[in-house]
């Protein structure tokens, strides 16, 4: 068994390229006649080579986490611990000790850790944990390129980068011979332009779910395709053919909610192609569907790469789990991924070919995809082509006394016997032959403004104007906060509550008696409808803040559109509740009969609204933790209401100035001054006795004594603009915390 291991050592750099070799010359030739081929026919070629993306590991037990060393600097001790990586791997506690005492005391500490678990890469030393080691590869137009991986493998990572969502820290990645600036450059700006270029269908399917699959299409058309070029018909024109394309025909009127899984996947895809991208990167959008619904998926890929006579044809690449045997076959090229590193890249079927020289064949009549996942994820040594372990407890004993290497594990010997760096220097000498015979002058931006910008959006990030996509967001947001709020549960208990209190305060009477219940009467109301609105309001972004994060990494619309679109379309439609209520209860209890003092009480109440809904904006905007933002809400809401002046009369004046934040205090304060305009008759209760009792001989208390008796202070005018203050201030607060969100490349 040693043996075994150090022949394949033997075997290294030079065997490994001659095992490689006719692949990755089939590939590049392949690539080179493709390349020029179809960029004159509009398509474009995608070359990656060395990416490298390492990132810091924060937990404070990052260092212990067992993991090889991997990434560019570390490359002498990548080559160094060859023998380590193709043997591996007792218990680390053995390793260590083994390392003491054995011929493996003479690898590096890089490359001991590289012997240790092999699966995390961990650098030790400064806690940062390699997530893509080197990874080179290409894909033409015109053809479907698989990513295969285990879990964790770094697919979507690669895919986060090759979209240009994720920074790396070295590689070139290159168009048609033009190699795009990295984020982390200066030239970022260039990279967030080509952002919008590829499409990027996302694992997740994020929409709106209260929308129609047209619904989802027109928007995205209205807001993603150039109006300079396109009229508003020929953008529906587009809708209908992807509609058609995708086979959406059936659903296309439906909810998104109510669609499969293979629909909303369609869905996506299609959101993506309305640009008509030249690249178009998924990322397992296999995941959830039934055999027969992925294998259709994988067809209309094909298509779409291929193109027809009015489609160029596209460059598509695609992460995948475990293809079917026919899917994985009509691959035309296939990336596999292990720990971040490439273990095969070229043809699916000459892959099985590449495993046999491994000593790694794939059974007869065995699925090649699982094969290839079995062979990386296992842990043990194959051993033998079924990956029976025939060694004998004998060879054990001695692995543990170090007097063997340990036994192999299949995908660190791949990780070893690909020999990434030829892929990579296929890689660079095309990026160069082609940067050659381009010599005109044509830079990244020209690239991107004149080739790959589908949009023609001569340069600017968005396809529409400002005033487009406000007008365009805001019919989306009255669509879908129509049928969010809009719910007959929300109408009925808007009425039920109206009549509720109706009825507790039926007809009061307008006396001394009945002054507590008039005004308790719009304690509750503001109570009830401003803590209403701030918990709707709460939730408003963070229920879309996914969608609005992947429509904005595809540069669909400037936040500020989004923002004011959101927050003027939901007025309407959440001022309608609380209206419902006044009319409701407000006549009900007879509070005043003149129409001026309702419509003018309900204006108060309204902008009571809409102040407590710029609190709940500002306070869900800024906290992300759904819980702590909510216990925020309630604590803060509470302690203004309390501090308004309903409770306590007698503030203790260290806290008595939060007052002048609560917008409780200003609702309430101006609609008594409504109501008690008049003065109120004494009747003898004694519930103004300071203002009736005693010296009073007037049989009455004045309407503004009433008023000043019950707690409220300031004009009618001051109030109502110190409302209109909150609703403004903590609403443009709210704009600079969701501004300050950054879509993480997972989002
Ligand atoms: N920003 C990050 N911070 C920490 N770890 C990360 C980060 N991004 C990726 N990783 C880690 O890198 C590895 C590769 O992740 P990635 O999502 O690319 O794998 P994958 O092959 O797509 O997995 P799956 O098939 O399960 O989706 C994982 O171990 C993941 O936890």
Redesign the pocket.
């Known amino acids: 068994m040693a043996e075994t291991s150090i022949a394949t050592n033997g075997s290294s750099a030079d065997n490994k390229r001659d095992d490689a070799d006719p692949l990755i010359e089939a590939v590049d030739d392949d690539s080179q006649q493709n390349t020029t081929a179809t960029t004159k026919a509009g398509g474009y070629y995608l070359r990656w080579s060395r990416l490298y993306k390492s ?1 810091e ?1 924060k937990e404070s037990t990052a260092g212990l986490v067992r993991g090889p060393i991997a990434g560019p600097s570390s490359s002498t001790a990548t080559k160094e611990s060859g023998q380590a990586t193709e043997a591996s791997t007792p218990p680390t506690s053995l390793v260590h000790e083994q390392s003491r005492r054995s011929s493996w005391t003479l690898l590096s500490p890089a490359s001991s850790m590289m012997m240790l678990g092999g699966g ?1 890469n961990h650098n030790k030393n400064d806690n940062h ?1 390699v ?1 893509l080691d080197r990874v080179s590869g290409c894909a033409a137009p015109g053809e479907v390129v698989g990513l295969m ?12 980068t090759l979209s240009g969502r994720s920074a790396y820290q070295e590689g070139t990645i290159s168009i048609n011979g033009e190699v795009l600036p990295n984020n982390n450059s200066a030239a970022a700006g260039s990279m967030k332009k080509l952002m919008s270029k590829i499409a990027y269908v996302k ?1 997740a399917d994020i929409f709106f779910q209260h929308l129609t699959v047209r619904d989802q299409f027109t928007y995205t058309a209205l807001l993603r395709l150039p109006s300079k070029r396109m009229t508003t018909e020929e953008k529906v024109v587009e809708v209908d053919r992807i509609i058609s394309l995708l086979r959406l025909g059936k659903v296309a009127n439906s909810p998104i909610k109510m669609l499969s899984g293979g629909e909303k996947k369609r869905v996506n895809i299609g959101t993506e192609l309305l640009t008509n991208p030249s690249i178009l990167l998924l ?2 959008p296999t995941s959830g569907l039934d055999s027969t619904s992925a294998v259709s998926l994988l067809q209309l890929l094909h298509r779409l790469a291929k193109g027809d006579g009015t489609a160029p044809p596209k460059t598509v690449i695609t ?1 995948i ?1 475990q293809p079917s045997s026919a899917v994985f076959r009509a691959f035309d090229r296939l990336l596999l ?1 292990s720990d ?1 590193k490439v273990v095969y890249f070229g043809n699916p079927v000459a892959s099985l070919d590449y495993l046999r020289t491994q000593n790694l064949a794939c059974p007869d009549g065995y699925n090649a995809a699982d094969h290839w996942m079995d062979v990386l994820v296992i842990d043990d040594s194959p051993h033998d082509n079924n990956n029976h372990n025939t060694t004998t407890s004998d060879d054990d004993e001695d692995e543990q006394q170090g007097l063997l290497p340990p036994k192999t594990i299949p995908r660190l010997q791949l990780q070893q016997a690909w020999d990434n760096e030829a892929v990579a220097e296929q890689m660079d000498a095309a990026i160069e032959d082609i940067g050659s015979t381009n010599k005109s002058g044509s830079s990244v931006n020209s690239l991107l403004l004149d080739g790959v910008d589908n949009n023609g959006s001569s340069g600017n990030k968005y396809s529409t104007s400002w005033a487009t996509q406000y007008w365009v967001l805001t019919h989306r947001c009255m669509k879908n906060s129509r049928s969010a709020i809009f719910t007959p549960l929300n109408l009925i208990k808007s009425v039920c509550i109206g009549l509720v209190a109706g009825m507790l305060w039926f007809q009061l009477p307008y006396t001394e008696e009945r002054v507590h219940d008039r005004s308790s009467y719009y304690f509750f109301t503001m109570t009830f409808w401003v803590f209403d609105s701030m918990m709707g309001a709460l939730m408003a972004f963070p229920a879309e803040r996914a969608v609005i994060l992947k429509e904005r990494a595809s540069g669909s619309y400037h936040l500020s559109a989004y923002f004011l679109a959101k927050t003027t379309s939901d007025a309407p439609v959440r001022l309608t509740l609380p209206f419902l209520y006044m009319v409701t209860s407000y006549w009900m209890a007879g509070i005043d009969n003149r129409f001026w003092v309702f419509v003018s009480s309900t204006c108060c109440t309204l902008l009571s609204v809409v102040s407590g809904e710029a609190l709940g904006l500002l306070v869900g905007t800024s906290i992300h933790d759904m819980t702590k933002a909510l216990t925020v809400m309630i604590v803060s809401g509470l302690f203004l209401m309390l501090l308004g002046g309903f409770y306590v009369q007698n503030i203790p004046s260290f806290i008595s100035w939060v007052k002048w934040f609560s917008p409780f205090k200003y609702a309430f304060s101006a609609s008594l001054q409504l109501v008690f305009q008049d003065d109120v008759p004494c009747d003898g209760s004694g519930n103004l006795e300071d203002l009736c009792g005693g010296g009073n001989d007037y049989g009455f208390a004045k309407g503004s004594d009433v008023v000043a008796y019950l707690g409220a202070e300031g004009s009618i005018g001051f109030n109502v603009g110190m409302l209109l203050v909150i609703c403004f201030v903590p609403r443009y607060g709210a704009y600079l915390a969701l501004r300050a969100q950054k879509g ?3 989002s």
């Open positions: 990132v590991i995390d944990k997530i991986g285990p879990s964790g493998s770094g697919k979507t990572s690669l895919l986060n694992q990322d397992e992460s789990h991924l971040g993480g490349e997972r």
